[in-house]
């Protein structure tokens, strides 16, 4: 069993940046984040192998966001740069235990095998 643990979220004005941390109890072939406006559903953000060697991004944050991550530490950051209202959302950690790295896989929610408890991300405009 996995455990996810998120932190770093808040309120901050649009153009703002923020880093989101995820600490993994355990390691995992691909880990990634997903985000969920209100009324909204759950939506990839990105993913990467924990080997470093592939890495993708949503069309919608490509460019602002920023994944990488601490092996020492076992953790993966986002960080979040030129943030928009519509970035507004709970954002998520999650990973995924089987190293199968596709567009259509890391893209489908239900790829992943451990989800963190999530952590508030508001723009303000």
């Known amino acids: 069993q996995v455990q996810l643990v998120e932190s770093g979220g808040g309120l901050v004005q649009a153009g703002g940046s923020l880093r989101l941390s995820c600490t993994t109890s355990g390691l995992s072939f691909i880990m990634g984040w997903f985000r969920q406006a209100p009324g909204k559903e759950r939506e990839f953000v990105v993913a990467?192998?924990?080997?470093?060697?592939?890495?993708y991004y949503a069309d919608s944050v490509k460019g602002r966001f920023t994944i990488s991550r601490d092996n020492a530490k076992n953790t993966v950051y986002l960080e979040m740069n030129s943030l928009k209202p519509e970035d507004t959302a709970v954002y998520y950690c999650?990973?995924?235990?089987?190293?199968?790295?596709?567009?259509?896989?890391?893209?489908?929610?239900?790829?992943?095998?451990?989800w963190g408890q999530g952590t508030q991300v508001t723009v303000s405009s």
């Open positions: 990467m192998r924990w080997s470093g060697s592939a890495t």
């Open positions: 999650v990973a995924r235990q089987n190293p199968t790295f596709t567009v259509a896989v890391i893209r489908n929610p239900l790829s992943y095998d451990y």
